[in-house]
């Protein structure tokens, strides 16, 4: 088990909705040997400008090497 955990920051002009991260686990060779995606804000609820949300969730895994995390949203 791995816990991933973090801050999302929206440094965007505008406001972001739907706000989700990718995590990717990749193997040695950069092969991807896990990945999984997470709301970090409720579904239909705004992340504004300047505005900060913590997150944090265990993710089974096992053998990796180096990771990427991708925070995603909508513009609202």
Known sequence: MVLVTGIVYNNYTANVGDVKILVELFDINNTLVRETERFV????????????????????????????????????
């Open 41 to 76: 804000t409720p579904p239909s609820s705004t992340l504004e400008q300047k505005e900060r949300e913590g997150f944090n969730f265990l993710m089974l895994a096992e053998h990796f090497n180096h990771y990427n995390i991708i925070a995603h949203g909508t513009i609202v």
